[in-house]
Nanobody
Framework: VQLVEYGGGLVQSGGSLSLSCVAS????????GGWFRQAPGKDREFVAA????????EYADSVKGRFSISRDNAKNTVYLLMNSLEPDDTAVYYC??????????????????WGQGTQVTVSS
């Protein structure tokens, strides 16, 4: 499975961005999907995840109420809608997929496939 992220960019504090992760080469519709991010000088951290059918989601405390994860299996795509962005949200955002179709946890080693990342920069 190959994952490619789209939608990163520069936005002002308080603004919104929508990221997309498009999968190819496998049965993405049967995988759980997740988003992680890594800021300069920091470890990669969990942002959000969604089960294979979109029936359940999980979010990091830092983004709850501001970010929303969703998916369209007909398009092999997982989305991350980010609202009320803050400078601390600045990071490279990575899409991930887990063959454990129900897994929506924060452990990065549970995810089997990763995208190359897309930069999100929030200016103050």
């Amino acid at each position: 499975v190959q994952l490619v992220e789209y939608g990163g960019g520069l936005v002002q504090s308080g603004g919104s961005l929508s990221l997309s992760c498009v999968a190819s080469g496998g049965t993405f519709s049967s995988y759980a999907g997740g988003w992680f991010r890594q800021a300069p000088g920091k470890d990669r951290e969990f942002v959000a995840a969604i089960t294979w059918n979109g029936g359940d989601t999980e979010y990091a405390d830092s983004v709850k109420g501001r970010f929303s994860i969703s998916r369209d299996n007909a398009k092999n795509t997982v989305y991350l809608l980010m609202n009320s962005l803050e400078p601390d949200d600045t990071a490279v955002y990575y899409c991930a997929a887990s063959v454990r179709y129900y897994y929506i946890g924060p452990r990065s080693h549970e995810y089997d496939y990763w995208g190359q990342g897309t930069q999100v920069t929030v200016s103050s």
